[in-house]
């Protein structure tokens, strides 16, 4: 299939029913029940769950297979999402154009950075990576405000001279679209107390994810894989092989770059506007984070990853105190005080504690991150699973260490 072969055709098509089953799997919960709330199933929240996959694939390709540690990709990210909107201001309301051009400037750009912050490695290439983000931030903050709208941000706006396209349609701005399409088209589907949800622009980014993860198991099994790989184990034996590592990190961070600027390209195309803020430092440090969480160096950990973290950020900063008061109510008063007490500091404004403590707990136990996991209960089940088998039913010439 597509020339993949054993484990990593096994996971490309879970990945891909993953993807399309996506708003039956996230909406586990009936919409009139308390626990509605847990459900992650409107396009929003999905269209985030595989564009900032998108953005952790991209970031591991250099970050797990390099180990070149960058701060500073949401420079790419955003500017991706500035060209995006470029040209859905000058050219076409449909979002091709604009998804094409936000990894292409991407890549220009990842190519004049990593030309200059790859002169370097360890912490100096984090810290240069950090200050051209940190530059990119400035310059689209107060600096460029001609190009990229200052702090307001860039935005369509009635007046644009569109060529391949009308400004307004009966005194609105027209709807971004994929020849004709809609991105906010799509159904609902009711099924007793069940109510799902499916998008057009969530399939859109859904489809997009899962060529760029194809794209990645590809990258990961080729020879130039192989090289990236060897640049992380041991640079000074790979020159003395008469190999130069440079062009070989400097292809991976164009790449990773070009990620990050077809998530840019994503996010406008779903919601057509571009902010500095996506180039602050902190929008780098969450991908680091998502991939880290996930796993770094592994093809699907920085998918769940990513899935795990804007999960925490729009399903648990939404839970209130009284939400909890409703969750304690048949105890008594005091105690239902002393519960939302406890949990307050944790869900709300406060769910960065507790993404910050689960991250904690994933570096200390689970170095390989969410991935790891997965495997250790495998193991575990199968290990049982054996157990039960050698017990139930004896084979003669049986190693009972095995």
Same mark, same amino acid.
């Given at each position: ?7 990593? #055709? ?78 859905? #201001? ?68 009635l007046d644009d001279p569109r060529i391949l396209g009308v400004s307004q349609v009966d005194g ?59 640049? #992380? ?44 803020e996506r180039m602050q430092w902190t929008a780098s440090g969450e991908v680091v984070l998502m ?57 709300? #404004? ?53």
């Amino acid at each position: 299939m597509l020339g993949l072969h054993g484990k990593d #055709k096994k996971m490309f098509l879970v990945v891909i029913a993953l993807t399309l089953l996506a708003p039956f799997l996230l909406n586990p919960f009936p919409s009139g029940s308390e626990l509605a709330q847990f459900n992650a199933g409107y396009p929003d929240l999905m269209q985030r769950f595989v564009i900032f996959g998108i953005f952790a694939i991209g970031f591991n390709i250099l970050f797990g297979l390099t180990g070149y540690l960058s701060f500073g990709h949401a420079a790419f990210l955003g500017v991706g999402s500035y060209a995006g909107v470029w040209m859905l #201001k000058l050219l076409t309301m449909n979002v091709l154009p604009a998804i094409v051009v936000s990894v292409i400037f991407a890549g220009l750009f990842s190519a004049i950075v990593g030309y200059i912050s790859l002169r370097r490695s360890g912490i100096y290439f984090s810290i240069l990576t950090l200050a051209f983000a940190q530059m990119s931030f400035a310059l689209a903050y107060s600096v460029l405000t001609p190009i990229t709208n200052g702090e307001t941000g860039l935005q369509l706006a009635l007046d644009d001279p569109r060529i391949l396209g009308v400004s307004q349609v009966d005194g609105t701005i027209p709807a971004t679209n994929f020849f004709g399409i809609e991105m906010r088209d799509g159904f609902e589907l009711a099924l007793g107390p069940w109510e799902f949800t499916f998008n057009f622009g969530y399939y859109l980014c859904a489809v997009i994810m899962l060529i760029a993860f194809y794209v990645s198991i590809r990258i990961f099994r080729s020879p130039f894989g192989m090289m990236l790989r060897a640049v #992380k184990t041991n640079q000074q034996r790979l020159r003395y092989t008469g190999k130069n590592p440079r062009p070989y990190t400097l292809a991976a961070f164009i790449i990773s770059g070009m990620y990050a600027g077809l998530a840019g390209g994503l996010m406008v195309a779903m919601d057509p506007l571009a902010g500095a803020e996506r180039m602050q430092w902190t929008a780098s440090g969450e991908v680091v984070l998502m991939t880290i969480l996930g796993g770094v160096g592994t093809l699907i950990g920085p998918v769940l990853g990513a899935g795990v973290i804007k999960y925490f950020e729009n399903i648990f900063s939404k839970i209130n105190d009284n939400v909890l008061y409703g969750w304690f109510s048949m105890m008594p008063e005091g105690m239902q005080d002393f519960f939302v007490f406890i949990i307050h500091p944790f869900i709300g #404004k406060g769910w960065h504690l507790t993404l910050g403590i689960m991250f904690m707990l994933v570096v200390i136990f689970l170095p390989g991150g969410v991935v790891e996991g997965g495997q250790r209960l495998g193991r575990l089940f199968r290990r049982r699973d054996g157990s039960n088998d050698s017990a139930g039913t004896p084979t003669p010439n049986a190693n009972p260490a095995e």
